[in-house]
């Protein structure tokens, strides 16, 4: 029986002709035919195809590019020999200066259309190295005999199926020439089929992979993981169940725990490898700056950070405030994010709490505050709720009625996701009384239609 995916080709299906005329959210062109719109993996603004159809409904298309009767001056060659088959990347064949502009304009485009806002003013976007930057990877692992075996990396483009990868150039370099060892070390184990994944969690000075298990591996797997280990400088951990159970495998000779530097604050950050961080540490380093920059803190004023994590924006806002008031939905996360206020002195200036942030009431928020500032992280979800109890308690206090809470002069809000950050920026702005003053991109994940970007709204005139 045939294999089918989701983009799984229709034989003599084929659409010759079309103009691109712009790039979709996912970084498709976008083209139309006989009344239908049609999304054509593999093309540029500008470009004429011919396309292939992959999948078609009522009103619209799925294709891929198969003939190019004209090429985008913004094409160039992928960078990787996966590139087309692999799908952790979809817009290699742009170039970076046009994959910045293309992310940039999808915000534009989003906070408007969703929002009904626009910035008073684009902010210049940030960059990175197109390459090697990625520090944190979910690797999917897979036994196919009838491809010879072991099988390590991302899925496939539109499928469920493993890709075959020899090397990746978007993880750090490090990560992605081991890959092959990695593969015939997994290989080697008695457990090999029962290893679903492997993570990558890399540091400033460490890389970890990580290896979920879903059988016990016995002493000689054991004793072939450390030596993997010990020839390649690298930690291995082993996860049986969820991410709490993760845990260094003992024996193995490197113990040298990670972390992450912010420079310009003088902080090295220490983290477990099943904690979240920016898989980006050049792009983290600056967000981070153009964060605090964006909020201004000064030396006595309280600030407040939601979804705050292991305290990335919390510390270096301490060090320029009088009280940062961090909350985070994860205990783990709660305690690490105290834990290194402490250790860098800054524990006298925190104060971190556990709480569900996708839940808030406008009296829970009121009684944690006032708030000077505040900064904004939420996962991809967005933060409506937090954004509506914010605007709720704003609303109140410009009509007099209580709860009374002085609201922040300037709002930061970091997000992964345009379509969640234009939904509570307009939450913010219609209902809040908040100015969207800047916002603009930040190009955390190069080669990916991943648009990541920042925002600063200050109060109303």
Sequence with gaps: MGRRTIGARRPGRRIEGLVIESVDLEAQGIARHEGKVVFIAGALTGERVDAEVLRERPSYMKAQAVHWHSHSPDRVIPGCPHYGVC?????????????????????????????????????????????????????????????????????????????????????????????????????????????????????????????????????????????????????????????????????????????????????????????????????????????????????????ADFFCGLGNFSLPLAQRSAEVFGVEGSAALVAQAQANADALGLGGRTRFLQANLFEPQENWLAAQGPFDRVVIDPPREGAQALCEALAGLNSRAKAGARPFIALPKRLVMVSCNPATLARDAAILVHQGGWVLRQAGVVNMFPQTAHVESIAMFSAGA
């Design 87 to 303: 799908g952790g990347c979809s817009i290699q064949h742009a170039s970076a200066e046009a994959q910045i502009a293309y992310k940039q304009r999808v915000l534009e485009d989003t906070l408007w259309h969703i929002g009904r806002i626009r910035p008073q003013e684009v902010l210049s976007p940030l960059r990175g190295p197109a390459f090697g930057y990625r520090t944190r990877a979910r690797l999917s692992v897979r036994w196919v005999d009838k491809k010879g075996g072991l099988l390590i990396g991302f899925r496939e483009r539109a499928s469920s199926y493993v890709a075959q990868m020899h090397s990746c150039p978007v993880l750090v370099p490090q990560a992605g020439a081991l890959l092959p060892a990695l593969r015939d070390c997994l290989e080697g184990l008695s457990i090999a089929r029962q290893i679903p994944q492997v993570e990558l969690a890399a540091g400033e000075d460490q890389t970890v992979w990580v290896l979920r298990v879903m059988a016990p591996p016995s002493e000689q797997d054991l004793t072939q993981l450390r030596s993997f280990a010990a020839d390649h400088g690298v930690s291995i951990w082993l996860q049986p169940a969820g991410p709490q159970s993760a845990h260094r495998l003992e024996g193995a000779s490197s113990a040298q725990p990670l972390s992450y530097r912010l420079p310009s604050a003088g902080i090295t950050m220490p983290f477990s490898p099943v904690d979240f961080t920016q898989v980006n540490f050049a792009m983290n380093r600056a967000l981070v700056d153009r964060a605090i920059g964006l909020l201004d803190p000064q030396p006595t004023d309280r600030v």
